[in-house]
Antibody
Framework: EVQLVESGGGLVQPGGSLRLSCAAS????????VSWVRQAPGKGLEWVSI???????YYVDSVKGRFTISRDNSKNTLYLQMNTLKPEDTAVYYC?????????WGQGTLVTVSS | DIQMTQSPSSLSASVGDRVTITCRAS??????LVWYQQKPGRVPKVLIY???TLQSGVPSRFSGSGSGTDFTLTISSLQPEDVATYYC?????????FGQGTKVEIK
């Protein structure tokens, strides 16, 4: 059974940093493409970033230069390093496998950027 | 980047009605389109992938069609459990942009 479990969310001040983790079981992050998707309170889904199975990484324009996606194959874990956080980054952040869309999702971790 | 435009943003229909949601891509994405259903407080669930392929376990009243730039999600007979927000998403290349969502309610 595939499971994706996010952690690392919390309250952070504007300009601060957080690192989100997504621990995978039942699939290998090294051979799968995995995305981060976020959803601001009461808003729609927003794709944030992807790391393809081959290692290429891509970002939505609003986070380029501030967020970095990475993976640790030995821990079977995906990460999202988020720097220079802004109030508009407040959202639930999901990791999701990228195969024919996103077929497996974690339950999400809430990031709140506020002073 | 390719933009994904969904319409309508919300709709209200009666149980048993046929419901149609459209999604338009600003450039050709072939059939690299997926439809999700998201119920309040829940994680999105794949309904249709590759524009028209029904995900295993999804009721047959859901169907998808289209290719290129114009796509449609149809619910042939709306049921109370279909109250949710529906999203399209492209996945041919990054960014994997979502549509804005369509909120479906029962009249």
């Amino acid at each position: 059974e595939v499971q994706l479990v996010e952690s690392g969310g919390g309250l952070v001040q504007p300009g601060g940093s957080l690192r989100l983790s997504c621990a995978a079981s039942g699939l290998a992050v090294s051979s799968n493409s995995v995305s981060w998707v976020r959803q601001a309170p009461g808003k729609g889904l927003e794709w944030v970033s992807i790391i393809y199975s081959g290692g290429s990484t891509y970002y939505v324009d609003s986070v380029k230069g501030r967020f970095t996606i990475s993976r640790d194959n030995s821990k079977n874990t995906l990460y999202l390093q988020m720097n220079t956080l802004k109030p508009e980054d407040t959202a639930v952040y999901y990791c999701a496998r990228g195969r024919l869309g996103h077929d497996y999702w974690g339950q999400g971790t809430l990031v709140t950027v506020s002073s | 980047d390719i933009q994904m435009t969904q319409s309508p943003s919300s709709l209200s229909a009666s149980v048993g009605d046929r419901v149609t949601i459209t999604c338009r891509a600003s450039q050709d994405i072939s059939n690299y389109l997926v439809w999700y259903q998201q119920k309040p407080g829940r994680v999105p669930k794949v309904l249709i992938y590759a524009a028209s392929t029904l995900q295993s376990g999804v009721p047959s009243r859901f169907s998808g069609s289209g290719s290129g730039t114009d796509f449609t999600l149809t619910i042939s007979s709306l049921q109370p459990e279909d109250v949710a927000t529906y999203y399209c998403q492209k996945y041919n290349s990054a960014p994997w942009t979502f549509g804005q969502g369509t909120k479906v309610e029962i009249k």
